[in-house]
């Protein structure tokens, strides 16, 4: 059975930093992209950072962009998501996720991905 398991999430400050990690376990990722979701209170579920399955692409939204870094391991199994100078409005629950692809893109689109983690919250306070 497929888990993503994402930690890290917490109680910041604006401008500060944090590092999201996700956990990949019950099968061989090597062809999945994966991405990072955010949800925040009524608002609808957003793209925020993807990575190819090799890791040599990245996309990430306009929000984020400059700020927030995707990376993954060599053994595909751990993603994170580094977030510099953190602004009140990135407060949401961040979502890991996972999406076979034949293709080594950085997919963008939710429906996209096969696999979601449970989220951890992300507050940023002003």
């Known amino acids: 059975q497929v888990q993503l398991v994402e930690s890290g999430g917490g109680l910041v400050q604006a401008g500060d930093s944090l590092r999201l990690s996700c956990a990949a376990s019950?099968?061989?990722?090597?062809?999945?992209?994966m991405g990072w979701f955010r949800q925040a209170p009524g608002k609808e579920r957003e793209f925020v950072a993807s990575?190819?399955?090799?890791?040599?692409?990245?996309s990430y939204a306009d929000s984020v962009k400059g700020r927030f870094t995707i990376s993954r391991t060599n053994a595909k199994t751990t993603v994170y998501l580094q977030m510099n100078s953190l602004k009140p409005e990135d407060t949401a629950v961040y979502y890991c996720a996972a999406a076979y692809s034949d293709y080594d893109l950085a997919l963008v689109r939710s429906s996209r991905y096969n696999y979601w983690g449970q989220g951890t919250q992300v507050t940023v306070s002003s």
């Open positions: 019950g099968r061989t990722f090597s062809n999945y992209a």
């Open positions: 990575v190819s399955s090799s890791g040599a692409s990245r």
